[in-house]
């Protein structure tokens, strides 16, 4: 079983960055479309930012103009690029796949965003 590994976490200020990472070994990312979903307490899990095996990303509205996937295909990573947090912002962040494979559910990383 496959487990992406999502990392860069943590405590920021309202109006601050975070930049999270997200790598699995053995799995080639440059072949797959890839995305970061979030699920705050007492939500459903919500896809945030996407980016196609051609390097096309789409955003969630709630996200857009703040945040910016990107990837590095020779380091096998997956990345958002984080700014202007939101309180709002604040969820367990995950990767996965474009659809999503049930068994590459990680642990996520925490981002919490105070006001």
């Known amino acids: 079983q496959v487990q992406l590994v999502e990392s860069g976490g943590g405590l920021v200020q309202a109006g601050g960055s975070l930049k999270l990472s997200c790598t699995a070994p053995g799995v080639n990312f440059s072949i797959r479309a890839m995305a970061w979903y979030r699920q705050a307490p007492g939500k459903q899990r919500e896809l945030v930012a996407s980016?196609?095996?051609?390097?096309?990303?789409n955003y969630a509205d709630s996200v857009k103009g703040r945040f910016t996937i990107s990837r590095d295909n020779a380091k096998n990573t997956l990345y958002p690029q984080m700014d202007s947090l939101k309180p709002e912002d604040t969820a367990v962040y995950y990767c996965n796949t474009v659809p999503t494979l049930y068994n590459f559910w990680g642990q996520g990383t925490q981002v919490t965003v105070s006001s």
């Open positions: 980016i196609t095996v051609r390097d096309i990303r």
